[in-house]
């Protein structure tokens, strides 16, 4: 039996339109339809290189190894069923990686064509922005942008065209229409502001951004793109491309030269389809204006764009005055360039200028807030006692809260100390659900929501808001990480492995997608795969004693038991001599992969005593991966999840 094969391919769909109600009204024009659609079909696919995997009653799939023959077949389709008798075909095609298994074709990309088929109309030739990439070389092929839409089990908005060529119908995007899809709510990407002028210092234009992306995040409709996004378009030479790649259809950029207490900020709106300067403005203010135009730019975006959105240009300010004391928003603003590096020494200080912005203004919410994450970090890497550390962080992020009882960033800050540091599962819930009733919606509050849901076993939800982070953010590491985390628990494992791959492709040194896409492989039983990868984890690692706990039950699964029983000794020697709280859930997942369940439960009593901000993400791991669903009968697990507040076993659901 030939082994299953994995491709590049451009994958068409091409369907007749309306075939159930022409056969119930006349099965003999029906029938004709079908075989003159078949015949183009094969026609098209002999003369452009292209191979029918299938005919499946009124359509068929269909694989191309060029995008630019698939188009071209596709064309000739349509010009063929616009002869007498005419037959309504529409098309819609995207490129992916395929698998083929005895004539039969699977993998993600598979679904996505179907879904922008099901937006195409009667004469169209529909394609993602995948295809269009690949067609950048051929000018010659014209293309025409419907829109973003977010199709049903698809991750991140797609951006659609229709091909447009000769006797091709071109839908207007207005007229597109599926149950699969939804038109896509704006995004737009800020592009970080540019100091200019002598002593130009780049935290102060950086506040502006900042600023500027707070308030429009406030605008309902309409999507910011993340910081670390924005970074990675900056990063390619065609930013207007990538931008498209990602889903953005606008770009903010701008410049801030500041002359004694006098300040210029000039600013540009670019269209991402095209590069057209939908606008731009200059403002010349005092320096102690800055808030307000800040504020202005935010409603010159939404005007410009014109969308419906809630709040007008002329109706209520979108960006509350952070403070009135413009030294301690110098502060602030010096503060977050040092914390943006998270690195101990720059987050050390951090904690100095934001205490002193903090002297000069002590309701200076976002200074707090800012503090309340030093603090957190500074614990979680054991530059502080994390007792002492989070403590602060707690202190910290209720004076926000006080400070600015409107805003949602306290919230979500409360919620991160309640979830990682005090497990307070159900005091995190209350403090997002209050921060996303106050408005906020960033890629870190559907992070976090979506780890709570984990927490809790509600599996597909916590898959819901980490696509909606990774809308926001798709290029974060950490996001991504969290959404095949998901996957994984949700015993999604393609899905699970085609996101670690993204990871490891954008980033190969970040350990932890290698670890856990090894850990999938053992899920779906594929050990040998397993193995590898996780040798490669280990030898990543660089440490004889760390990095072994999913190598450890590839080896007993693969009958190695000589070498897995040593690295048991590694990993024994850890939680001995070094009191190490990772170590003791590494060990605790050993002895649940192995059925050592009484072993494994007296471990996590351990862990959860402790309750250190470290583990909390590693016990949930434990009781979420279906690998161990042999462990949520066991009465003193049952007991165990009961002391803490969370149901024994997860609420599975494929969506």
């Known amino acids: 039996m030939q082994s299953p094969q994995r491709k590049l391919a451009v994958i068409m ?10 056969m119930q009204r006349n099965e003999g024009a029906a029938l004709l339809a079908r075989e003159r659609h078949k015949k183009a079909v094969e026609d098209a696919a002999d003369q452009f ?24 077949a596709a064309s000739s389709m349509q010009k063929a069923m616009q002869q007498a008798p005419k037959v309504d075909v529409r098309i819609g095609m995207h490129l992916g990686d395929v698998i083929l298994d005895q004539g039969n074709v699977y993998g993600d990309c598979v679904n996505l064509a179907s879904r922008i088929e099901s937006v195409a109309v009667s004469g169209s030739v529909m394609l993602s922005d995948k295809v269009v990439v690949e067609l950048a070389n051929h000018p010659d092929v014209k293309v025409t942008e419907i829109g973003e ?19 091709l119908v071109i839908p207007k995007p207005e007229s597109v229409r599926s149950e699969k899809a939804k038109k896509s709510s704006r995004t737009i990407a800020i592009f970080p502001f540019i100091e200019q002028g002598i002593g130009a210092n780049d935290f102060f234009a950086e506040g502006v951004t900042e600023e500027v992306i707070g308030g429009l995040t406030r605008v309902e409709g309409m999507s910011v793109m993340s910081e670390t996004t924005v970074h990675a378009i900056l990063k390619c030479e065609d930013k207007l491309a990538e931008g498209r790649r990602l889903g953005v259809s606008q770009y903010l950029e701008g410049k801030v030269r500041r002359a004694g207490q006098r300040v210029r900020v000039s600013v540009n709106l670019i269209n991402t389809a095209d590069g057209y300067q939908v606008w731009s403005e200059t403002y010349d203010r005092q320096l102690n204006d800055i808030f307000e135009v800040q504020d202005e730019i935010a409603k010159h975006v939404i005007n410009a764009l014109k969308v419906n959105f809630n709040i007008s240009a002329g109706g209520k300010s979108l960006l509350e005055k952070p403070t009135d004391n413009l030294d301690a928003y110098t502060l602030y603003l010096k503060g977050m360039h040092h914390a943006k590096r998270r690195t101990p020494k720059d987050t050390k200080k951090a904690v100095q200028l934001f205490n002193q912005a903090l002297e000069l203004d002590p309701e200076y919410a976002a200074a707090q807030c800012a503090l309340s994450a030093c603090h957190a970090y500074l614990g979680s890497c054991g530059e502080a006692p994390p007792a002492d550390a989070y403590a602060r962080a707690l202190q910290c992020a209720m004076s926000a809260v006080a400070s600015a009882p409107k805003s949602g960033d306290g919230q979500l800050a ?7 540091h005090f497990w307070d599962w159900e005091g995190a819930r209350e403090s997002l659900e209050q921060a996303e009733a106050m408005g906020l919606d960033s890629a870190n509050l559907h992070q976090s929501y979506g780890l709570y849901y984990a927490a809790v076993g509600r599996l597909g939800e916590g898959v819901a808001k980490m696509r909606k982070a990774l809308k926001l953010d798709p290029l974060s590491i950490p996001v991504l990480n969290s959404l095949a985390t998901l996957y994984l628990f949700n015993e999604e494992y393609l899905k699970a492995i085609e996101v670690y791959d993204e990871i490891l492709d954008l980033e190969p040194t970040f350990r932890s997608a290698m670890q856990y896409k090894g850990v999938t492989l053992l899920c779906m039983d594929r050990f040998e795969e397993a193995l590898e990868v996780l040798r490669e984890y280990h030898a990543m690692v660089n440490d004889p004693a760390k990095g072994l706990t999913g190598l450890i039950l590839a ?33 605790a997942i050993i002895y649940a992969g192995i059925g050592e369940f009484d072993k494994c439960v007296e471990l996590m009593e351990r862990v959860y005593a402790k309750r250190l901000s470290v583990a909390c993400m590693g016990i949930i791991w434990i009781m979420r991966c279906p690998a161990f669903r042999e462990l949520w009968d066991r009465p ?16 599975t659901s494929i969506v």
């Open 13 to 22: 769909f091409a369907d007749i339109v309306g075939y159930t109600a022409l």
């Open 49 to 72: 290189n292209g191979e029918v995997v299938q005919f499946y009653g009124d359509g068929a799939l269909l694989l191309f190894s060029s995008a630019l023959q698939a188009v071209v």
């Open 149 to 167: 839409f977010e199709f049903k089990n698809v991750s991140r908005p797609i951006r659609v065209y229709a091909l447009n060529a000769e006797g």
């Open 414 to 420: 409360l919620a991160n100390i309640k979830f990682y």
């Open 555 to 587: 080896l007993f699964y693969l009958g190695e038991t000589e070498e897995a029983e040593e690295y048991i000794g590694r990993l024994t020697h850890r939680v001995d001599q070094e009191q190490s709280t990772s170590a003791e859930i590494d060990l």
């Open 636 to 651: 003193n697990y049952i007991a165990l999840t009961a002391k803490m507040g969370i149901p024994a076993r997860p609420e």
